[in-house]
């Protein structure tokens, strides 16, 4: 869904309201870690229907921002009152977000690529440990 996001009908929404929130999330040891996620509500209209939206971006809210300072900034575009472009599904107009894509899908790419060059290293390694073995 986020990455079809990129190619759904825009229209004009209005901010009800914008903040950080503070969670926690556990990192990669278990050990839990406080994160601040950008959280904004939304009014938007499509045919003359009115929605309400809440998704900044698709993912935001697994990964956050380990600083308050950045998640402060991510959120300061968002002030109550402002017109902001809306990205709507055209084929369920209650689905919106306010920006297109996916937040880590970098992270996710990175971590495919080293499980991707860790296999590739092991398999050469067997491969010539048993070429050794056979001599």
């Known amino acids: ?36 996620l950008p959280e ?5 209209t499509v045919a003359g229907k009115a929605y309400q939206g809440n998704v900044i971006r698709f993912g935001i809210e697994q990964f956050g921002y380990g600083v308050v300072e950045r998640a402060q900034k991510h959120i300061e575009r968002y002030e109550a009152g402002a017109p902001v472009p809306v990205h709507y599904d055209p084929y369920d107009s209650a689905v919106a977000v306010l920006e297109p894509g996916e937040s880590g899908g970098m992270r996710n790419l990175i971590a495919g690529s080293l ?12 491969v010539w440990i048993i070429g050794l073995g056979t001599q």
């Open 115 to 126: 499980f991707f060059l860790v296999g590739i290293f092991c398999a050469v390694f067997t």
């Open 40 to 44: 904004a509500s939304y009014s938007y």
């Open 1 to 36: 869904m986020a990455a079809r996001s990129l190619q759904w009908p825009v229209t004009e929404g209005r901010i009800l309201s914008a903040s950080v929130k503070t969670g926690m999330r556990s990192d990669s040891e278990g050990s839990d870690m406080k994160v601040y």
